[in-house]
């Protein structure tokens, strides 16, 4: 016997490629199970404001290609408090909604968490963030674009460093996580990679910058998370300018262009199958959890579980951004 008749989806905090292919998911597999199924704009603040409309298999048509979210995404402070917890429940209530899929990254699922300790209403929570900086699936919905989104950009950046004998320094992001500078640093083979989760001696930077000058390897790329100790590629840029002067040094940042454009395949297909396991988890009565993906296979994590996950780097990586860029 289904646990749920009515459910709703919204997605929250910044967006990320292949939210769109998780909402259509959703949508779709609700309405094959015959449920009603309701999306809410803006992420929570639609809770609060009570912008909730009914969904049908057209509403989602023509976007599993489209990055960014059909919903609308937004951070919201009133849903902390208490009473916005409250006004958001009774507008939920005012359509009959007996389950929620929030789509989002682990602020979202602390507010998930919450509500549905307070009110009624199960919670399954997706991982939707450019950054894969949560615990309990090996990728999250957008991680792979934002990377493939990077690694295009600095194959560019590569071309022109190379035509200018330039060493470069490019930020990307992660908020305070480095795994996107991890992977594109590795797939577009820079000299260096600076990250949160590993130390980094700018000493050892500079003495192989030095060595690499002396062998006349005149380009360089150095790819830096945002959140990386000294505080993004500029900072980065500046030891290395007062201590190599003679360097020909510029520096990029990316920003938000890592959040846009179409999802790739990977993207689409997790965001797929998980929107379709959001609902399983629902009709099933579960209550309050994400849905990973490990190891190919989907897991379910408490949603208190699926939070922030600084993982230990292991060494080989290091070791394989060195001997590939000698
Ligand atoms: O969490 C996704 C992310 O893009 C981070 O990588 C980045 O630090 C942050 O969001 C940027 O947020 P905003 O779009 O609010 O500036």
């Given at each position: 016997?289904?646990?749920?008749?009515?459910?709703?989806?919204?997605?929250?905090?910044?967006?990320?490629?292949?939210?769109?292919?998780?909402?259509?998911?959703?949508?779709?597999?609700?309405?094959?199970?015959?449920?009603?199924?309701?999306?809410?704009?803006?992420?929570?603040?639609?809770?609060?404001?009570?912008?909730?409309?009914?969904?049908?298999?057209?509403?989602?048509?023509?976007?599993?290609?489209?990055?960014?979210?059909?919903?609308?995404?937004?951070?919201?402070?009133?849903?902390?408090?208490?009473?916005?917890?409250?006004?958001?429940?009774?507008?939920?209530?005012?359509?009959?909604?007996?389950?929620?899929?929030?789509?989002?990254?682990?602020?979202?699922?602390?507010?998930?968490?919450?509500?549905?300790?307070?009110?009624?209403?199960?919670?399954?929570?997706?991982?939707?963030?450019?950054?894969?900086?949560?615990?309990?699936?090996?990728?999250?919905?957008?991680?792979?674009?934002?990377?493939?989104?990077?690694?295009?950009?600095?194959?560019?950046?590569?071309?022109?460093?190379?035509?200018?004998?330039?060493?470069?320094?490019?930020?990307?992001?992660?908020?305070?996580?480095?795994?996107?500078?991890?992977?594109?640093?590795?797939?577009?083979?820079?000299?260096?990679?600076?990250?949160?989760?590993?130390?980094?001696?700018?000493?050892?930077?500079?003495?192989?910058?030095?060595?690499?000058?002396?062998?006349?390897?005149?380009?360089?790329?150095?790819?830096?998370?945002?959140?990386?100790?000294?505080?993004?590629?500029?900072?980065?840029?500046?030891?290395?300018?007062?201590?190599?002067?003679?360097?020909?040094?510029?520096?990029?940042?990316?920003?938000?262009?890592?959040?846009?454009?179409?999802?790739?395949?990977?993207?689409?297909?997790?965001?797929?199958?998980?929107?379709?396991?959001?609902?399983?988890?629902?009709?099933?009565?579960?209550?309050?959890?994400?849905?990973?993906?490990?190891?190919?296979?989907?897991?379910?994590?408490?949603?208190?579980?699926?939070?922030?996950?600084?993982?230990?780097?292991?060494?080989?990586?290091?070791?394989?951004v060195k001997i590939l860029a000698s």
């Open positions: 016997m289904k646990k749920v008749n009515n459910i709703a989806v919204l997605t929250s905090g910044g967006d990320a490629p292949g939210m769109n292919a998780a909402i259509r998911a959703v949508v779709r597999t609700g309405l094959y199970h015959h449920l009603n199924v309701f999306g809410v704009m803006y992420g929570y603040k639609g809770m609060l404001t009570g912008e909730i409309f009914p969904m049908e298999s057209k509403s989602v048509a023509n976007i599993i290609q489209r990055g960014g979210t059909v919903l609308k995404t937004a951070r919201c402070k009133e849903f902390y408090e208490a009473d916005g917890r409250k006004k958001a429940y009774e507008n939920l209530k005012k359509f009959g909604i007996d389950g929620l899929v929030v789509i989002g990254g682990d602020g979202s699922f602390k507010g998930a968490q919450k509500f549905s300790q307070e009110f009624d209403i199960p919670c399954i929570g997706l991982p939707g963030t450019i950054d894969k900086d949560i615990a309990g699936s090996d990728f999250t919905i957008g991680f792979d674009t934002a990377v493939n989104t990077a690694v295009e950009a600095i194959d560019k950046i590569r071309d022109t460093a190379d035509a200018h004998d330039r060493l470069f320094i490019i930020e990307v992001m992660g908020r305070d996580a480095g795994y996107i500078a991890l992977h594109s640093g590795i797939a577009t083979g820079a000299e260096h990679i600076l990250m949160p989760e590993r130390k980094t001696d700018i000493d050892d930077v500079i003495n192989d910058l030095m060595a690499n000058e002396r062998r006349q390897k005149m380009v360089n790329l150095i790819v830096v998370a945002e959140g990386d100790e000294f505080g993004g590629a500029n900072e980065v840029a500046r030891h290395v300018k007062e201590r190599m002067p003679q360097l020909d040094t510029r520096v990029c940042i990316l920003g938000h262009i890592q959040r846009g454009g179409s999802p790739t395949c990977i993207d689409r297909l997790i965001a797929s199958r998980m929107g379709y396991a959001a609902v399983d988890a629902l009709m099933e009565g579960t209550h309050n959890v994400m849905i990973g993906i490990v190891n190919n296979k989907i897991q379910y994590t408490p949603l208190d579980k699926a939070v922030k996950a600084k993982q230990k780097i292991d060494p080989e990586w290091f070791k394989i």
